[in-house]
């Protein structure tokens, strides 16, 4: 979309002219058999038109004078962070920025790390999604419950918290990924329980959101965290946890 | 239960001079508007400032969306066969009846009568809470702050925080009202602790995510390569609605596509740091389809036409279908600062308000009501509203052109728009309005002045809106002096300054001075 056209070629064909794919009279349209009785807008037997209608009236706009030009994206923005950046150390500033708490800790310490933070958040009981990675979790005395096979949302509800690993994270947003891998899990197993441990190793962190946005692959769902849920509604007085995690921790491992 | 709001019908509105009487009057709104918008200004200019590209982003940004407009029949089409191939539904709608009987219809056919719905622009510019509630489906809002407007029966006032006309007493005796009628009470003794009003939220609106069939969400992007849709929040009500129901049903405008998965790389920086502050929003939930044991196991996505092709029509105007929602240019905006959002009078206040609802009533193809006809006059031309925007949508330029389109073009035996103007100079809007801007200037120069005490000329242009009526006589008008470059010329209002000294209208900030 950004290349330029051969020389004499028609640099807008869809702007005036229906692609070869586009049948106007298509009687296909998803919503045609969506026959509701009663509602204005079905005429059975007869396609409801509006995607024809819709794509005459755009082409007929962006016809004739004052026609768009053609557009080239300049993408010369920052795609990393400059050589030598921490980004473990970035990234933990900027997650407690959210008002998050983010450990640091190796394979020698990681454990009593996390059983502090779970202590702290008087977390007993323990959700994890199916992988390989969170086993040790064990050893800090949670119980911990696997959602395999899927736990019911009022069991989930009723969890004290859930611990899971990312798919990458973001060190200039402070912004965690996941994507439903491994030790990820289900959108809404991260979302119930009031308590959300993350853990991230190092070498899961990227620079920017370029680099994310890069090795992700848009066909899984995605979450996007950047601390724990919050409002500004009220008075503009910012309150951490509404329906979200009211806590999220970071353990990030070196 | 009665817990149905009626529709913020917005069709009672008088015109926004006379709305915007109403609203300057009530100091306590100015108050909370003005805490509010000073507030997210400043975290908005911090995390802005730390971006060195931040131009660059912004530029990319633009050239996107431009490149999404000027393609827009060959995107839409990609977007429905990616997403049909990931297993969803597209559904075209020419206007809001039809939007909303695509929606009433899935609903009905699954059998519910409650959908809950995650805020959303699209579906309250189409009335869909109303269309619902005609068919007996209740349609619980569950944005914090679009709670508070609804279980409130108000109007909301700003595309962020709807209900920041609202401090957190009056927040307390809406819940303390209203929750029982719409489900769970709120507890006895519930205090007016921002944080206590949160966790009543919390708990009233649990028992409505676990149950409910069927969600309603906007959506903030539209990857037609992908088919992946984009929701951007903070409180994870979002998160509740596009994931615990089995039915997802998502509205939206046709303007909101992007080409490529790439493009969500500048998007994803540029909207969060303009519209909240922050460096990144709390949650962002993007999907593609349904996913076999994740999420809703069917997804509906409506194409929302209402008026955006006539916009696209408008070779000035179309700029406006680049907006991401952001609600930057109300945060900077002198007017809304003094008015509110609702004085606008539709879903969409502000700058980018004045400047798009009157182009989706069809100001450039036939006559619009006099509410909407005083719109473009709604704005000082100061230029503040583009400088902030992410896109670079020159705001200005638009009301001009449609100042212009009002009293050039000779629509109908009256010209509508110098009629707004000239009962705008004759009454209401021209007195407060001077006096809202001479304490806009004291406000911002209160160093400067001290020693005399007083302040100097308001500029000539914000003297009164008889001036914005004659540039429109004269249009194609050049870009009026602004605000800032008047302070700059005239040391915040202390000399007459020199003319030939004025700053164009794009440099600087109000938030600077
Ligand atoms: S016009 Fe620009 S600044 Fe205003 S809401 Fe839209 S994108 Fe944001």
Redo the contacts between chains.
């Keep these: 979309m950004t290349t330029t056209p051969a020389p004499g070629a028609d640099p807008y064909p869809d702007s005036h002219t229906p692609l070869q794919h586009v049948d106007l009279t298509d009687t296909g349209l998803p919503h045609a058999d969506l026959q509701h009785p009663g509602l204005p807008h079905t005429y059975p037997g007869l396609p409801s038109g509006a995607k024809a209608e819709i794509l005459t009236r755009l082409r007929g706009a962006l016809s004739g004078e004052g026609r768009p030009e053609r557009v080239e994206v300049d993408r010369s923005y920052r795609r990393t962070r400059g050589e030598g950046t921490d980004l473990a150390g970035l990234f933990a500033e900027r997650v407690m920025d959210y008002k998050a708490l983010v450990l640091r800790a190796d394979p020698h310490t990681m454990v009593d790390s996390a059983a502090t933070m779970l202590r702290r958040a008087q977390v007993r009981k323990l959700v994890v999604p199916p992988g390989d990675r969170l086993g040790w979790l064990a050893a800090t005395g949670a119980e911990l419950v696997l959602d395999d096979p899927p736990l019911t949302i009022d069991q989930l509800d009723a969890a004290d918290g859930v611990a899971t690993g990312c798919a990458l994270a973001i060190a200039e947003t402070g912004t965690i990924v996941l994507d439903g891998g491994p030790d990820q899990g289900r959108r809404v197993v991260s979302l119930l329980p009031d308590y959300h441990l993350c853990v991230v190793r190092a070498d899961q962190i990227v620079g920017t959101v370029p680099e994310a946005i890069a090795r992700l692959d848009p066909t899984r769902p995605q979450t996007w965290i950047s601390g724990p849920s919050a409002t500004s509604d009220i008075e503009m007085d910012r309150v951490e946890g509404v329906h979200g995690p009211r806590t999220l921790n970071v353990l990030l491992l070196a | 239960m009665t817990a149905v709001r009626p529709e913020p019908t917005f069709l009672g509105i008088p015109p926004f001079p006379e709305a915007a009487h109403t609203a300057l009057a009530d100091l306590h709104l100015r108050a909370?508007l003005r805490?509010?918008t000073h507030?997210?200004r400043e975290r908005r200019a911090a995390v802005v400032g730390e971006m060195?590209?931040w131009e660059?982003?912004r530029?990319?940004g633009a050239?996107?969306k431009?490149?999404v407009?000027?393609?827009?029949?060959?995107y839409?089409?990609q977007l429905?066969a990616s997403v049909?191939a990931?297993g969803g539904?597209?559904?075209?709608?020419?206007d809001a009846?039809?939007a909303n009987?695509?929606v009433?219809?899935?609903a009905?056919?699954h059998g519910t009568d409650e959908v809950v719905k995650i805020k959303s622009m699209a579906t309250q510019e189409i009335g869909l809470n109303n269309a619902l509630a005609a068919a007996g489906i209740r349609a619980w809002e569950?944005?914090?702050?679009e709670l508070?407007v609804q279980l409130g029966h108000d109007l909301p006032s700003h595309i962020l925080?709807p209900?920041?006309h609202k401090?957190?007493a009056e927040?307390r005796d809406i819940f303390a009202a209203g929750m029982g009628d719409a489900g769970r009470p709120a507890p006895d003794g519930l205090t007016d602790r921002?944080?206590d009003?949160?966790e009543a939220?919390?708990q009233h609106?649990?028992e409505k995510?676990?149950r409910a069939k069927v969600a309603v969400s906007g959506g903030n992007f539209a990857?037609a390569e992908?088919g992946?849709v984009c929701v951007v929040e903070?409180?994870?009500?979002g998160?509740?609605c596009?994931?615990?129901p089995d039915v997802l049903i998502t509205v939206l405008g046709?303007e909101k596509l992007l080409?490529t998965?790439?493009d969500?790389?500048?998007f994803?920086?540029l909207l969060?740091r303009s519209s909240?502050g922050?460096?990144?929003?709390?949650?962002?939930?993007?999907?593609?389809g349904v996913?076999e044991?994740?999420?809703p196991r069917s997804f509906h996505l409506v194409?929302l036409?209402n008026g955006r092709?006539?916009v696209?029509?408008?070779?000035v105007g179309?700029q406006a279908l680049r907006c991401i929602r952001c609600s930057a240019c109300l945060n900077v905006c002198p007017v809304y600062e003094r008015t509110g959002g609702q004085a606008y009078g539709s879903v969409y206040p502000g700058p980018i308000g004045a400047v798009l609802t009157p182009q989706l009533r069809g100001i450039n193809q036939h006559d619009v009501d006099p509410q909407t006809a005083s719109l473009p006059y709604a704005s000082t031309l100061c230029g503040a509203c583009r400088e902030a925007c992410p896109v670079d949508i020159d705001i200005p330029a638009i009301l001009t052109r449609q100042r212009a389109q009002l009293a050039d073009l000779g629509r109908g035996p009256v010209h509508r728009g110098e009629q707004a103007a000239m009962k705008a100079a004759a009454g209401a809007f021209a007195e407060p309005w001077r006096l809202g801007l001479a304490q806009h200037a004291a406000s911002f120069s209160r160093h400067f002045i001290g020693r005399k005490g007083k302040i100097g000329k308001v500029p000539r242009l914000l003297a009164g809106p008889l001036a914005g009526w004659t540039a429109s006589r004269d249009a194609p008008a050049a870009p009026p002096e602004s605000f800032r470059s008047w302070f700059k010329r005239t040391d915040g209002g202390l000399t007459e300054g020199d003319p030939a000294t004025a700053g164009s209208p794009a440099d600087g900030g109000l938030e600077e001075l």
């Design positions: 909370n805490k509010a507030t997210i060195p590209d660059k982003l530029r990319a050239a996107i431009d490149d407009l000027a393609h827009l029949p060959r839409l089409e429905e049909t990931a539904t597209v559904h075209w709608a020419r009846a039809e009987a695509i009433v219809g899935i009905r056919e569950t944005d914090l702050a508070i925080v209900a920041v401090n957190r927040i921002p944080a009003l949160a939220a919390r609106l649990r995510f676990l990857v992908t992946t903070s409180e994870g009500n998160r509740m596009l994931t615990l046709i080409p998965w790439q969500m790389e500048v994803l920086q969060p909240t922050e460096r990144m929003n709390p949650y962002t939930s993007m999907w593609t996913t044991g994740d999420g194409l036409d092709t006539d696209l029509a408008d070779p179309r």
